[in-house]
């Protein structure tokens, strides 16, 4: 029986989609069987991030209205054959599938997969209930700003309240902007949150870059984001990975530049 | 359907600005209506640096609502707005916080449900999930029991170790009941309650207490308290950490000066009023036990 987790972050474009394709990747890199599940309904963006786009026959919206069998719907991944996608559709909305179908859904994933993971949409209303309904956990996705963490407050909030244990991963922190104090430090961020912090994802231009070419980050040795995410996949798979602190990267750069 | 009254006015009133909301609207619809009208020609010039104040017989707002009505009127108006009849001059106070006396039934929710004694069910206000969607029994999971005035009295002086001598703030502590919340309560989230609250964690940005009798807060205020909601002056607010968007006591608001959004203070602070305004101090744990 697999593990369903739900990549969440109420405020929008925070990293969401970034995040699921990065870790579904690493977690299939690393041996486990993993289905990447794009609860975005209407605004699917997760099979360009994964270079899926072409392959697209059936959707989530018909696998639950059984239009097709499960299996049919599935994308296996060009280069890796542990990892496969669950395409949303982009005609339908959000209200073409209800928390109980998605609870179904996952629950037959899970039968088969040893990782199912659903990348949710902004906002706390449908299709955020949809995604969340077949999660045994969430990871919750801010940037160190004021209202993206608010809203990830807002979520854990909520996240509580149906009982879903959930973890944080700080993305797009810059280094620069944390020393000129320009940004929120990992340490504001826990003080208001209060969980556990999953891992520290580095703001990095090959994310972008990776984003259009689809293929993602975490397969490439010299981006800074994707190497976190290797280690974010690590942890997931319950390895004790420690967090590289900026700390420690301020003191090593500083004795470089000789300050 | 638009009505033939416009939902938002401004009036003079006896020498004043009133700014006058329909009690129907929707607050889209007010922030709409209330950005065209300040953008029309002259508005600016004529209104800048005034004072405006909330009419209590309008439309109700949230305290997040209200202070995007204030950066509103700020921004496209050069007015300042006030939930308040009166203000009240109180640079000499430390902290240079802002008073003024509001008028309550404008802040305060008049059809709130209230905790009681027996009941202990406490419900969102209504304002509150109009904006944010909080099922009810959310604010159960948070609220996890009411305890008698023996264990807050031995929880407060186990808190409070090194405040010595008298635990300062038990004097405050009214009725025989106080609602005990040991979570985190997250933006959203909010407590109404008739007894006093003690709570163990963090009150964060956008979470919202109201209580008709005294807030201890053993963790960090960051999001809007009102305590002595039903107009008790000397109910008092305590935190271990105060940066709250606003604290509320009785009839009176007060917020951290606009200049210093960053304000914080790591020790212990007590709120209460004295006189005409709010005071906050942590120096004054001392004397507000010989009050
Ligand atoms: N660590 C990073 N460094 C640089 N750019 C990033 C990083 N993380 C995300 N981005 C960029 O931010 C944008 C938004 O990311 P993404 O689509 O993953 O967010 P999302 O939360 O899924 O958005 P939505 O709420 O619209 O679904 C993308 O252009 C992505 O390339
Ligand atoms: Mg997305």
């Known amino acids: 029986m697999g593990e369903s987790i739900v990549i969440t972050s109420g405020k929008g474009g925070v990293g969401k989609t970034t995040s699921t394709a990065n870790i579904s990747v690493a977690l299939a890199n690393f041996g486990k069987k993993v289905v990447a599940v794009d609860g975005d309904i ?40 542990n990892l496969f996608l669950l395409p949303a559709s982009q005609v339908d909305d959000k209200s073409a599938v209800t928390p109980e179908d998605m609870k179904e859904l996952c629950s037959e994933l899970k039968e088969e997969f040893d990782f199912v993971i659903i990348d949710c949409p902004a906002g706390i209303e449908q299709g955020f209930k949809n995604a969340l309904a077949g999660a045994d956990s969430a990871i919750v996705i801010t940037t160190p700003e004021v209202s993206p963490v608010r809203d990830a407050d807002r979520v854990i909030g909520l996240l509580q309240h149906h009982e879903i244990p959930a973890s944080l991963i700080l993305n797009r922190l810059s280094v620069q902007m944390v020393e000129r104090g320009d940004m929120m430090s990992r340490e504001d961020v826990e003080d208001i949150l209060a969980i556990k912090i999953l891992g520290l994802v580095v703001e990095d231009q090959e994310i972008v870059n990776a984003g259009n070419l689809g293929t993602p980050a975490v397969l490439n040795q010299n981006s800074p984001a994707g190497q976190a995410y290797l280690r974010i996949a690590q942890r997931i798979l319950g390895e004790n990975v420690e967090i590289p602190s900026f700390e420690e990267k301020k003191g090593f750069l500083a004795r470089l530049l000789g300050r | 359907m638009k009505s033939e009254k416009p939902l938002v006015e401004i009036k003079g009133f006896g020498g004043t600005l009133g700014l006058l909301i329909d009690h129907t609207a929707l607050f889209d619809q007010v922030e709409e209506e209330l950005s065209q009208l300040l953008k029309r020609p002259n508005s600016k010039n004529f209104f800048r640096g005034a004072e405006i104040f909330l009419q209590p017989e309008g439309r109700r707002f949230t305290s997040e609502e209200f202070s995007r009505l204030q950066t509103l009127l700020a921004e496209e108006g050069a007015l300042q707005l006030m939930n308040a009849v009166a203000e009240i001059d109180n640079s000499n106070k430390k902290n240079n916080f802002q008073t003024s006396i509001v008028e309550q039934a404008s802040v305060v929710p008049e059809e709130k449900t209230e905790i009681d004694h027996n009941e202990q069910q406490p419900t969102p206000s209504e304002q509150s999930s109009e904006t944010l969607p909080v099922s009810e029994d959310m604010v159960e999971d948070i609220v996890e029991e009411v305890i008698a005035e023996d264990s807050v009295k031995e929880m407060a002086e186990e808190s409070l170790e090194n405040s010595s001598e008298d635990s300062f703030f038990l004097q405050g502590v009214d009725t025989t009941n106080a609602l005990l919340v040991r979570q985190t309560l997250r933006s959203g989230q909010n407590i109404q309650s008739k007894p006093s609250v003690v709570m163990m964690g963090d009150l964060n940005a956008g979470a919202e207490i109201v209580s008709e009798g005294d807030i201890i807060v053993l963790g960090a205020i960051r999001g809007m308290v009102h305590a002595g909601a039903s107009g008790n002056r000397n109910a008092l607010v305590f935190a271990l950490r105060m940066q709250p968007t606003q604290i509320r006591i009785a009839e009176m608001i007060t917020q951290p000066p606009a200049e210093d959004k960053n304000f914080t203070s790591f020790e212990p602070e007590v709120a209460f009023i004295e006189g005409q305004s709010i005071v906050l101090s942590s120096k004054d744990i001392k004397n507000f036990v010989s009050k």
């Not at chain 1, 099979?47 to 059984?66: A, F, M, P, S, T």
């Open chain 1, 42 to 81: 209407g605004l699917r963006n997760l099979d360009i991030i994964l270079g899926l786009e072409n392959r697209i026959v059936y959707n989530l919206v018909d696998v639950v209205k059984k239009r097709c069998r499960t299996k049919q719907a599935l994308i296996r991944d060009k280069k890796n054959e």
